[in-house]
């Protein structure tokens, strides 16, 4: 995605302050080594790359680096048929069918969706299922095939039962991967079938119930935001003022970044980014400052693109300008 230049960032460097830019990724350079790999059709180096790394929040985000890349659907089937005993390559298929899937649907209202599109979507996803229980099969232990069908499950609307057994297919191999946490938690929001007082409840079982220091905090902040997002104007913001809805946040926070315990590393960029539009909109200055000096002009789309979808960043410098910092 190409990245605009603002002159908002030219004033903020004048005033001492970092440029905000959107970060496709945490920083990580496999990422970039795997996607490029991926979009040269190089199976050697993404299967390193990919084999370099554990089962967990680490690797999906380099599964998702292979599944974003335009063409690995046109070489990862001639994988699967040379490797027929091997899950990789056909947990590297499922996940780029889901986004591909995603690509057909687009992300316009479903109103807005032609049949045709859905129809393709449905049958991408279908085939990413398939390919996803294969890998399962094959590596029982592994989440990242767990992970996949959770998304698919959305997609295809599987139902809640089966949506939490595939939820809770992950935890019991990888109990505070948070991706996984992240896809249960919309699948219980309002707008998925679910309700406001099922995903509050799953946030703060989900974030209380783990280690201080936990990135599971930042869905106590997710669902606030959630809570709001289904608000018209007016009541959303007479939500986020709320006594109560501030002292969640600021109790997860506690738990959870403010933590000493709290590791720098995976999706932790994206947790200070959640909390810091949480904290903003929530009219606490102070907490929005403190995340906005820790993630130091580094954007993440999520939950930015809530408050402007084609301009993440500008959302974010609007917001720390309006924080005083």
Same mark, same amino acid.
């Given at each position: ?15 001492? @302050? &970092?440029?905000?830019?959107? /970060? ?46 335009? #063409? ?7 994988? %699967? ?7 990789? &390559? ?16 687009? #992300? ?7 049949? =045709? ?8 996803? @279908? ?22 069908? =959770? ?18 297919? %992950? ?10 946490? /992240? ?51 007016? &009541? ?33 960029? =994206? ?11 929530? #009219? ?14 580094? %954007? ?18 609007? /917001? @720390? ?5």
């Amino acid at each position: 995605m190409t990245l605009l230049r603002h002159w908002g960032d030219t004033l903020g460097k004048w005033a001492g @302050r &970092p440029a905000a830019r959107v /970060q496709e990724d945490s920083g990580d350079p496999e990422v970039r080594r795997v996607r490029e790999a991926a979009a040269a059709a190089d199976w050697s180096t993404v299967r390193e790359v990919l084999d370099a790394r554990s089962e967990s929040d680490d690797r999906t985000e380099l599964l998702w680096a292979v599944g974003d890349t335009a #063409g690995v659907e046109r070489w990862i089937d001639k994988v %699967v048929e040379a490797e027929p005993e091997s899950a990789l &390559p056909r947990l590297v298929a499922g996940i780029r069918h889901i986004s591909w899937g995603w690509d057909a649907r687009t #992300g316009a209202r479903a109103k807005d969706v032609s049949r =045709q599109q859905f129809e393709v979507f449905h049958a991408r996803l @279908r085939t990413a299922e398939q390919r996803l229980y294969e890998a399962a099969d094959r590596e029982p232990q592994w989440t990242s095939p767990w992970y996949g069908l =959770q998304v698919t499950g959305r997609g295809l609307e599987v139902g809640q039962t089966l949506a939490r057994r595939r939820f809770e297919a %992950v935890v019991r191999r990888d109990p505070q991967h948070l991706a996984s946490h /992240q896809q249960q938690l919309q699948q219980v929001c309002e707008k998925w079938g679910g309700s406001h007082e099922e995903m509050h409840a799953f946030a703060r079982s989900s974030a209380f119930g783990a280690p201080a220091g936990t990135h599971l905090g930042q869905l106590v902040a997710i669902a606030h935001l959630e809570h709001w997002l289904s608000l018209d104007s007016g &009541p959303d913001a007479a939500y986020m003022s709320r006594s109560e809805v501030r002292a969640s946040l600021a109790e997860a926070a506690e738990h959870s970044f403010r933590h000493p315990d709290f590791a720098r590393r995976g999706g932790w960029i =994206q947790v200070l980014n959640t909390f810091a539009m949480a904290f903003s909109l929530a #009219g606490e200055r102070d907490g929005a400052r403190e995340c906005f000096r820790a993630t130091d002009g580094r %954007v993440t789309k999520f939950p930015w693109y809530y408050l402007n979808g084609s301009d993440p960043a500008a959302a974010y410098r609007r /917001q @720390r300008a309006s924080a005083g910092r």
